[in-house]
């Protein structure tokens, strides 16, 4: 596995659009998108998932929200807008209880996400290679895609991973919380992300554990694709070591950490996405040269 890469300054990214990196990095909404959104029933919970596709080329690109993120953050704009000008298969899509899907927040488990995910991949996209972009709890998802789909997932790549985020919520809390917790099952978690508090259930922090990807006993985890990891030094919700982690865990020989030194969680600033967008472009070119044999 090779060793960390320091984050490098911007590069201009030419197979994207000024334009579309711009349009990309603005406040979107639902409707930002040239057409509307479509749904997939899904036969659990018998939910609507919410879901933009474009058609192109393989292998095509998917993306994962992060926690109470959705299909029309700047990331997921900007990769679109990359996939459009290079002629991409590319599907983003809302996980339930996120953005345009059905669900209530607060009834959804880590395990109905990654349900989600499997349904988009399976039914959505055109069933050739995919590499899957993961931000944050989306990444978490992602590798466990990977692990039930190794046939579909040609390629990871992660900006600010936050793989147990639930169980290191659980374990920052004090015992007496942790009793009011188990007691509500709810409560009720300040976000610098959003004006409102997050619905933190009971169950989703429980169900989640079957899931945990870090120490587990095996001490591996047997993805073999190739993954590309960003990070930000200055990420204090999923702190850096994380990506590391996941390098050390994950059975692929071909994984690269890049750390950003004044990054944050998000990494949405118009260089950031250069850089993710840069990033995925690289991978795609490592993947058509295996594909060749080069």
């Not at 990214?13 to 990309?24: G, H, I, Q």
């Not at 809302?94 to 959804?108: L, P, Q, T, W």
């Not at 920052?172 to 188990?182: K, P, W």
């Not at 429980?206 to 899931?211: G, K, V």
């Given at each position: 596995?090779?060793?960390?890469?320091?984050?490098?300054?911007?590069?201009?990214?030419?197979?994207?659009?000024?334009?579309?990196?711009?349009?990309?990095?603005?406040?979107?909404?639902?409707?930002?998108?040239?057409?509307?959104?479509?749904?997939?029933?899904?036969?659990?919970?018998?939910?609507?998932?919410?879901?933009?596709?474009?058609?192109?080329?393989?292998?095509?690109?998917?993306?994962?929200p992060g926690f109470m993120s959705n299909m029309t953050s700047g990331k997921a704009m900007a990769l679109e807008a990359y996939a459009r000008d290079n002629g991409r298969e590319y599907v983003r899509f809302d996980y339930h209880?996120?953005?345009?899907?059905?669900?209530?927040?607060?009834?959804?488990?880590?395990?109905?996400?990654?349900?989600?995910?499997?349904?988009?991949?399976?039914?959505?996209?055109?069933?050739?290679?995919?590499?899957?972009?993961?931000?944050?709890?989306?990444?978490?998802?992602?590798?466990?895609?990977?692990?039930?789909?190794?046939?579909?997932?040609?390629?990871?790549?992660?900006?600010?991973?936050?793989?147990?985020?639930?169980?290191?919520?659980?374990?920052?809390?004090?015992?007496?919380?942790?009793?009011?917790?188990?007691?509500?099952?709810?409560?009720?978690?300040?976000?610098?992300?959003?004006?409102?508090?997050?619905?933190?259930?009971?169950?989703?922090?429980?169900?989640?554990?079957?899931?945990?990807?870090?120490?587990?006993?095996?001490?591996?985890?047997?993805?073999?694709?190739?993954?590309?990891?960003?990070?930000?030094?200055?990420?204090?919700?999923?702190?850096?070591?994380?990506?590391?982690?996941?390098?050390?865990?994950?059975?692929?020989?071909?994984?690269?950490?890049?750390?950003?030194?004044?990054?944050?969680?998000?990494?949405?600033?118009?260089?950031?996405?250069?850089?993710?967008?840069?990033?995925?472009?690289?991978?795609?070119?490592?993947?058509?040269?295996?594909?060749?044999?080069?």
């Amino acid at each position: 596995m090779r060793a960390f890469t320091p984050g490098a300054a911007s590069v201009d990214v030419a197979s994207v659009s000024k334009e579309a990196l711009e349009a990309a990095t603005s406040s979107p909404t639902p409707d930002s998108s040239d057409e509307p959104f479509k749904l997939l029933q899904t036969a659990s919970e018998h939910l609507p998932l919410a879901y933009h596709r474009l058609e192109g080329g393989s292998p095509g690109l998917m993306f994962l929200p992060g926690f109470m993120s959705n299909m029309t953050s700047g990331k997921a704009m900007a990769l679109e807008a990359y996939a459009r000008d290079n002629g991409r298969e590319y599907v983003r899509f809302d996980y339930h209880g996120h953005g345009s899907s059905g669900g209530r927040f607060e009834e959804c488990t880590l395990g109905g996400w990654i349900e989600n995910a499997l349904d988009i991949l399976d039914k959505v996209t055109s069933g050739g290679p995919m590499v899957l972009v993961g931000s944050s709890m989306g990444m978490w998802i992602a590798i466990h895609v990977a692990l039930r789909r190794p046939d579909r997932v040609a390629g990871l790549v992660g900006i600010g991973a936050a793989p147990d985020f639930t169980q290191r919520f659980w374990l920052t809390l004090s015992a007496e919380d942790r009793e009011s917790f188990e007691k509500d099952r709810l409560l009720l978690k300040q976000s610098p992300y959003s004006e409102e508090p997050y619905k933190i259930s009971l169950d989703l922090v429980t169900e989640a554990r079957q899931h945990l990807l870090l120490n587990n006993a095996e001490n591996t985890v047997a993805v073999d694709c190739p993954i590309r990891l960003l990070h930000g030094c200055q990420d204090v919700t999923a702190p850096p070591h994380l990506s590391s982690d996941i390098m050390n865990m994950v059975t692929s020989t071909d994984v690269e950490v890049t750390l950003v030194k004044d990054g944050d969680h998000r990494l949405s600033t118009p260089r950031d996405l250069d850089r993710m967008v840069r990033t995925v472009e690289e991978l795609l070119r490592t993947l058509e040269g295996h594909q060749k044999g080069e």
